[in-house]
């Protein structure tokens, strides 16, 4: 099964720059997980609350931080995910782009 969460906007602490330390800005999240169905099934409802809680709390200074922290905490409360690609976008940094990093995790089930 793959579950995708696309677009998942809202606005956090995120970066390196003085302004980005004290305004939130508007990221946007895309999530794609592979997962093996059997008996349980991944709740993405649970797993967009789950981001945008980790996000806000943990205020990160760089994406790549964001992007481990997070990959870690999805395959701690969803054992069941295979592959997981998160992309965190900020599209209001640059005036004239939209700028992102993404990672492809894949785990040992």
Request: hydrophobic share 45%.
């Amino acid at each position: 099964m793959i579950i995708t969460i696309e677009d998942l906007k809202f606005q956090t602490i995120i970066g390196i720059l003085d302004f980005e330390r004290k305004n939130k800005q508007d990221v946007i999240i895309n999530v794609e997980i592979t997962y093996s169905f059997k008996d349980e099934f991944i709740n993405y409802a649970e797993v967009a609350e789950l981001i945008k809680t980790t996000m806000k709390s943990k205020k990160f200074l760089l994406i790549e931080d964001a992007l481990l922290n997070l990959s870690q905490i999805l395959k701690e409360n969803f054992s069941t995910i295979e592959k997981l690609y998160l992309k965190i976008t900020k599209p209001s940094i640059l005036p004239d782009c939209k700028v992102s990093v993404a990672e492809i995790y894949r785990f040992d089930s």
